[in-house]
């Protein structure tokens, strides 16, 4: 039986520079639960490189902690992020037609593999370290990479390791409290480096996550000032009932969502307004609002901070399906920022892809923003370009799409995020895309095989020179002062496709395929 724990040591493994909310709120659930236990939270994101293991050998030898739990974000190497530009470099290395920025992606992509094989070889390294400095000290590692990528880790972590996958709260709260009665999901090593898994039986009741006690976070973070002029993550809901065929929110945190009080998410934002001068919240739940039920929690939510006037400016991905005019004004009048959604300005691909709403509804909610207070919120459009099923014609009706959005809310407002699918493992996009061979079984999805990545980054031929092409078209003449890249690109595709052969190369002809043959021609999604 093993003993409870006395103290636990945090660590935020390195990664850009982003509020660390999911260790905040685990650690902050703790607190509330065993005051007794003393915590400290070390974010290697804010050390520099060379100083991160000296670092994190002072806090072992001082604070010699019974648990340290390590939070690991990042891990698959496709993940474009400040840091880097791996979109970048695979759209040169594949689209560009100059050979010398052929070259010059192909020894980036080289930089960063070894940029991410060194930093995972670190990771794991800094956990050794722990062994091999406090050899009784329990690790626990959890995070988006771990809940993604769990078995992979517990193959290369130390003994007597806990991998958490999903939300950590209640299994945290097992761990500290002995380990003799497990909750949650994870897998776990043990001493003599057999890993076993614990799929989770039980439901994490998020009523239980109070606002947090951000005077305690400040007493075992003390860098949490250096974040306060960022984006700063509040949490309202956990769990996605959609099946979206390329994402794992409804795995990785149940189909059922569950939701925190209203009042007590007003109170987080009213503390970390008032006490801290934060202007700026991301609502950080897989979506803001998305079914019926939840958009119903968003209006209290929204009640809530009307009720305080609090001054500031948020955002969250969205979902606008159940939008009414009255949240539309709610939302506005309580200072969001932007409207940041999945775009895809066709049925077939909302379809092929399992997106769970009608375009005409989602145009709709669009109308009821513009003529319920909309000034200057910027609208952020994530498109999934050249997902599987896209066509010359679905491409179109999506550039169509854009441009009555440019109508409507002025072409500065409307900024075109242009991105592919990332194939993540257990996704049924990646179960397609092996059953047509695109993947082979049992294929290394933490790969570093460049041409592998690459492929994982799904934008195939034909449309995939096009997109790339015009993209790279758009970084080069387009001016970042006066106009936005992904407009750009969108503006060069469509007067690509005004082109007969360029649409006879993609495999399409608009001029004489009517719009309710689409899906005769498109691939099975």
Not at 455 to 462: R, W
Request: proline content about 6%; charged content about 25%.
């Amino acid at each position: 039986m093993s003993p409870k724990v006395k103290s636990v040591l945090y660590i935020r493994l390195p990664c850009w520079k982003i509020y660390p909310g999911g260790v905040i709120y685990v650690a902050d659930y703790i607190h509330k639960q065993r005051p007794d236990i003393h915590q400290h939270l070390l974010d290697l994101a804010l050390i520099e490189p060379s100083d991160r293991k000296r670092v994190l050998k002072e806090h072992l030898r001082t604070l010699r902690p019974d648990v340290v739990a390590f939070s690991w974000r990042n891990m698959q190497s496709f993940g474009p992020h400040p840091e880097d530009d791996a979109l970048g470099v695979v759209m040169n290395f594949d689209h560009s037609p100059k050979l010398y920025r052929r070259l010059k992606a192909a020894k980036d992509s080289l930089t960063i593999i070894y940029d991410y094989v060194a930093s995972r070889l670190r990771n794991f390294g800094y956990m050794k370290l722990v062994k091999q400095m406090l050899p009784d000290t329990r690790v626990v590692v959890g995070g988006t990479a771990v809940s993604i990528f769990g078995k992979y880790v517990a193959e290369k972590c130390p003994p007597d390791t806990v991998i958490v996958i999903g939300e950590g709260e209640d299994t945290m709260l097992s761990i500290v409290d002995g380990f003799t009665q497990p909750v949650g999901e994870y897998f776990y090593k043990n001493r003599s480096g057999q890993v076993d898994h614990r799929a989770r039986t039980e439901t994490f009741d998020l009523r239980k996550l109070t606002a947090v006690d951000f005077a305690y976070v400040e007493s075992i973070f003390p860098d949490f000032h250096r974040y306060i002029g960022d984006d700063i993550g509040v949490h309202t809901k956990r769990g996605c009932p959609l099946q979206c065929h390329f994402c794992l929110y409804n795995k990785i945190e149940g189909a059922m969502q569950r939701y925190r009080e209203p009042a007590e998410i007003a109170n987080e934002v009213e503390a970390l307004h008032r006490r801290y001068g934060v202007k700026r919240i991301w609502f950080t739940d897989a979506q803001f609002c998305s079914t019926k039920r939840s958009t119903q929690h968003v209006e209290l939510i929204l009640d809530e901070l009307l009720a305080r006037k609090i001054d500031i400016n948020w955002s969250g991905y969205l979902r606008l399906n159940h939008l009414t005019p009255e949240i539309a004004r709610k939302m506005l009048a309580t200072g969001m920022s932007s409207v940041d959604l999945s775009f895809a300005g066709s049925q077939e691909i909302i379809d092929k892809l399992t997106l769970g709403y009608s375009l005409e509804q989602q145009m709709e909610a669009f109308r009821m923003f513009q003529s319920n207070g909309h000034t200057d919120q910027k609208i952020k459009l994530y498109m999934p370009l050249n997902a599987p099923g896209e066509t010359v014609q679905t491409l179109l009706k999506t550039v169509e799409k854009i441009k009555e959005l440019y109508e409507m809310f002025g072409r500065d407002n409307v900024l075109p995020f242009i991105f592919f699918i990332g194939v993540q493992p257990g996704t049924p996009v990646e179960r397609l895309l092996i059953s047509e061979g695109y993947l082979k079984p049992g294929y290394n999805p933490l790969t570093f095989n460049p041409f592998l990545i690459k492929k994982l980054l799904y934008n195939p031929q034909p449309l995939g020179r096009l997109i790339g092409r015009a993209y790279l078209e758009a970084i080069e003449t387009s001016d970042p002062n006066s106009e936005y890249i992904g407009r750009a690109t969108m503006d060069i595709i469509e007067r690509e496709l005004s082109k007969p052969e360029v649409v006879a190369a993609c495999g399409g002809d608009s001029s004489r395929q009517p719009a309710d043959e689409l899906a005769s021609c498109s691939c099975k999604a």
